[in-house]
């Protein structure tokens, strides 16, 4: 099999790069008959267009919630779908999915979409229901294979499910490089990731360039033995709230000791979590970051983190967002 790519700039348009790449391919193999499939950010009406001719054809991922509310309807609604390999309509809602025969079999429906001068085909596939979603359906009452809900009851059921016992598992899935290490014989990590970018030192991926999880604060890390790290916190956190800024201050579980009675009461203290436990951190850390935004923190000071395992991910983001700025001590 035969393949071709080709690389754009980074700060190029992606909608922009299908055609030429198109028409390259039918240069260069001499074949203009194939279909195109991709996810809605290459799914311009330009695009699909430029597929419609030529005995070529595309699948693209739409999202239902873009649709005109008459389509949407009909999309959602339960009944209507049909049976790979087979005739006739039936309705979602009667299928027993202990069957294994309906388990294993591919349900869809099929629904004509005019959009501008293109005529289309909205396939809708069938929802897989789970443990997880029969627990959802049975106690909050709604269907999550064919009903939209608003997001403040989405907000209001997670509460919930902290409050009950259903059978959810959210994983989040990484890996470090001393998980890598364990399979390969050599690991290096880019030193765009560790440095400022320079002239001769630039990131390779876009997302790597900019200032992740940026606070609108300054935002000034301190990194040393920690009783003195958090002594010069201290100070300077004192001296920013006496002035009359809003500041705050970034630690952890362990540490959080080392602030409390010591700041001015105006001072907002906030742990991100367990130094014992990683990934608590890196799972606070965008959040704190934006209530300080919230709360229009103009001074946030916090300590380093070792950089060991997922430690490398997090100081990776706080040292984006401080801007690289680490004062040693």
Known sequence: MQGKFDVFPDNQNEQTTLKPLEKKIIKDF??????????????????????????????????????????????LNPTQFGKAGSTGFLDIRTLDETDEEVFNSIYYKEVPVFTGDLDETLIVPSY????????????????????????????????????????????????TKEMLKEVIDQVETDK????????????????????????KADFRMYDGEEEKVANEIIKVANEKDSQGYVTGILTS????????????DGVVIVSLGDLDKPETIANHLFKA????????????????????????AIMNRLTKAAGYNIINL
């Open 192 to 215: 765009a990731i560790l440095t400022k970018p320079t002239d001769g030192l630039r990131p390779k991926a876009p997302g790597m360039k900019y200032r992740h999880y940026a606070p």
């Open 30 to 75: 001499n074949c203009s008959e194939f279909i195109f499939c991709s996810d809605a950010g290459l799914g311009s009406a330009n695009n699909r267009a430029f597929n419609s001719i030529g005995n070529r054809a595309y699948v693209i991922t739409h999202s239902i919630k873009k649709m005109k509310q008459e389509d949407r309807d009909i999309a």
């Open 289 to 312: 970051l934006r209530d300080f935004d919230k709360m229009e923190a103009q001074f946030i000071f916090g300590e380093t983190f070792s950089r060991k395992d997922v430690g490398d």
């Open 253 to 264: 579980d362990q540490n959080k000791h080392f602030y409390e009675g010591k700041v001015n």
């Open 128 to 175: 897989t229901r789970t443990e997880i979603t029969d627990s959802l359906h049975k106690t909050f009452g709604f269907r999550t294979d064919y009903e939209f809900i608003k997001k403040s009851t989405m907000r209001s059921i997670i509460r919930q499910i902290k409050e009950i016992n259903l059978p959810l598992k959210m994983t989040r899935l990484f890996f």
